[in-house]
T-cell receptor, first 111, second 114 residues
Framework: GEDVEQSLFLSVREGDSSVINCTYT??????LYWYKQEPGAGLQLLTY?????DMKQDQRLTVLLNKKDKHLSLRIADTQTGDSAIYFC???????????FGKGTTLSVSS | NAGVTQTPKFQVLKTGQSMTLQCAQD?????MSWYRQDPGMGLRLIHY???????DQGEVPNGYNVSRSTTEDFPLRLLSAAPSQTSVYFC?????????????FGPGTRLTVL
C-alpha cells in the first residue's frame, strides 16, 4: 500500500544546514510535497517537486528526488530558529484526491 | 478570502456523545478532505470529497460520517464518540489534481473524548 517514512527528530544549531529525509512507496505519484507545521497551526505547503525532476531549489530550500530509490530530501540552508517546526513529506494518493503524509520530522534549531 | 475555516477550535466530549465538526472554504475548491493528527502517527485521511454530493472513505473512516451538500461545506460527524477519537482534526481543500494537489489546511479542531 501507500506509505511514506520519515525520521522523527532532527536537532541542528542555528546557521547549520538541515537535511530531512523521506522514503515513499507510490512511484506513480506525479508530485511530491514538503509541508511545514508550526506549533498550534495547520500545515502549509513549503515546496513541491514534479516527479520528472531531480532537484528543485527555492531560496534556502533544496529538494532532491531519487526516483530509483524512492527517496526525497529537503535541505534547509542557514537554518534559523524560526525554522523550528514539524516537516511532513507527502505524496499523492493513488486516486489523486488527497495526500499520503509521513509521520513528520520535528526540527529543533538551537541558537 | 478566509481560506479554510473550522469550528470549534476545541471540544471536550463524553464517551457516546455525538457532534459535528464544521469545515468551510471560500476558494471554490472541488476537493475537500478530513485528516486526523495523532502524536507519532502523522496525518491520516478519514474521508474525502471530490465535489458536491460525492464522498469516499480514506484510511481511517470508522466512527465518522461526512456529507457534501455544497461546494463550500464539508462537515464531519462523530456518531458516538470514543476515547480513541481524541485527536486534532484538520480539514483541507484543494483545486484537485491540476496543476498539482496543494492542500490548504484549516487551523484544526482539538477534540478530547473522556
Amino acid at each position: 500500500g501507500e506509505d511514506v517514512e520519515q525520521s522523527l527528530f532532527l536537532s541542528v544549531r542555528e546557521g547549520d544546514s538541515s537535511v530531512i529525509n523521506c522514503t515513499y512507496t507510490d512511484s506513480s505519484s506525479t508530485y511530491l510535497y514538503w509541508y511545514k507545521q508550526e506549533p498550534g497551526a495547520g500545515l502549509q505547503l513549503l515546496t513541491y517537486i514534479f516527479s520528472n525532476m531531480d532537484m528543485k531549489q527555492d531560496q534556502r530550500l533544496t529538494v532532491l528526488l531519487n526516483k530509483k530509490d524512492k527517496h526525497l530530501s529537503l535541505r534547509i540552508a542557514d537554518t534559523q530558529t524560526g525554522d523550528s517546526a514539524i516537516y511532513f513529506c507527502a505524496e499523492d494518493s493513488q486516486a489523486g484526491t488527497a495526500l499520503i503524509f509521513g509521520k513528520g520530522t520535528t526540527l529543533s534549531v538551537s541558537s | 478570502n478566509a481560506g479554510v475555516t473550522q469550528t470549534p477550535k476545541f471540544q471536550v466530549l463524553k464517551t457516546g456523545q455525538s457532534m459535528t465538526l464544521q469545515c468551510a472554504q471560500d476558494m471554490n475548491h472541488e476537493y475537500m478532505s478530513w485528516y486526523r493528527q495523532d502524536p507519532g502517527m502523522g496525518l491520516r485521511l478519514i474521508h474525502y470529497s471530490v465535489g458536491a454530493g460525492i464522498t469516499d472513505q480514506g484510511e481511517v473512516p470508522n466512527g465518522y460520517n461526512v456529507s457534501r451538500s455544497t461546494t463550500e461545506d464539508f462537515p464531519l460527524r462523530l456518531l458516538s464518540a470514543a476515547p480513541s477519537q481524541t485527536s486534532v482534526y484538520f480539514c483541507a481543500s484543494s483545486y484537485g489534481e491540476y496543476p498539482y494537489n496543494e492542500q490548504f489546511f484549516g487551523p484544526g479542531t482539538r477534540l478530547t473524548v473522556l
